[in-house]
C-alpha cells in the first residue's frame, strides 16, 4: 500500500462485469468445442450446465420443445444444482442438433 501525505492510499479498484458464455457460442464448431471441453473435465454439473449453456444461446423455448420437455423443467435441470437424468441429457443433445461421441482415451 503507497501512501500519500502520511495517509495509506487504496490501490485502484480493477472493474470486472459478468462473463456469460453463450456470447460466445456463436457457430457450431464453438458448441462442439465447448462441449468437449467440458466432457473432458469428467464432472456430471459441468456437462449439464455446458448443455444449458447451449441451450441459452440456441434459444431455450426452442430446445425445450425439440427435446418434448417444458422451459421450466429444462431450466431446473440444466442448472448449476439440477441434476439430470441421462434420459434428458440424450434428448437435450439430441434437440441440439448433436450426437455424444465415444473413443478410447
Known amino acids: 500500500?503507497?501512501?500519500?501525505?502520511?495517509?495509506?492510499?487504496?490501490?485502484?479498484?480493477?472493474?470486472?462485469?459478468?462473463?456469460?458464455?453463450?456470447?460466445?457460442?456463436?457457430?457450431?464448431?464453438d458448441i462442439v468445442a465447448y462441449l468437449e471441453a467440458a466432457l473432458d473435465e469428467n464432472d456430471a454439473a459441468v456437462v449439464a450446465a455446458a448443455l444449458g449453456d447451449i441451450a441459452r444461446a440456441k434459444g431455450m423455448t426452442h430446445v425445450a420443445r425439440e427435446a418434448g420437455l417444458g422451459r421450466e423443467s429444462l431450466y431446473k435441470a440444466l442448472s448449476s444444482g439440477g441434476n439430470p437424468e441421462f434420459a434428458t441429457v440424450l434428448r437435450v443433445v439430441r434437440a441440439l442438433g448433436l450426437r455424444l461421441h465415444v473413443a478410447t482415451r
Open 1 to 29: 500500500m503507497t501512501t500519500t501525505r502520511g495517509r495509506p492510499t487504496r490501490p485502484a479498484q480493477t472493474a470486472t462485469f459478468p462473463w456469460d458464455p453463450v456470447e460466445y457460442l456463436q457457430t457450431e464448431e
